[in-house]
């Protein structure tokens, strides 16, 4: 069973940064895959970024392009980092990192195409 551990989150002011951390804990842990969504008070988890595996294809929403980058490192084990950029008060919400072992990309951005879940990060972005 794949655990994904998140770190890193926590309370900064507008126009400040933050990065998140996730690392899949068990061995073998072979994503196709893994992703970052985010989930405000009241409304759907929604798609932040993902990569590939091999790191060669990348995905953001509109509204982090160019503030956000996504990163992976595939050792030992995969971990994948989300630095965040001139952060928004929109941009509270907890954030989740994801993994998926389906050989495909064509869903990306849904929530329904991952199979692993971390446990979530807080992120407050103060005006």
């Known amino acids: 069973q794949v655990q994904l551990v998140q770190s890193g989150g926590g309370l900064v002011q507008a126009g400040d940064s933050l990065k998140l951390s996730c690392v899949a804990s068990?061995?073998?842990?072979?994503?196709?895959?893994m992703g970052w969504f985010r989930q405000a008070p009241g409304k759907e988890r929604e798609f932040v970024s993902a990569?590939?595996?091999?790191?060669?294809?990348?995905?953001y929403h509109d509204s982090v392009r160019g503030r956000f980058a996504i990163s992976s490192v595939n050792t030992k084990n995969t971990e994948v980092y989300l630095q965040m950029n001139n952060l928004k008060p929109e941009d509270t919400a907890v954030y989740y990192c994801?993994?998926?072992?389906?050989?495909?990309?064509?869903?990306?951005?849904?929530?329904?195409?991952?199979?692993?879940w971390g446990q979530g990060t807080q992120v407050t972005v103060s005006s």
């Open positions: 990569i590939s595996s091999n790191g060669r294809y990348v995905y």
């Open positions: 994801a993994a998926t072992i389906t050989r495909s990309l064509v869903n990306i951005r849904s929530t329904s195409n991952y199979d692993y």
């Open positions: 068990e061995h073998p842990a072979d994503p196709y895959a």
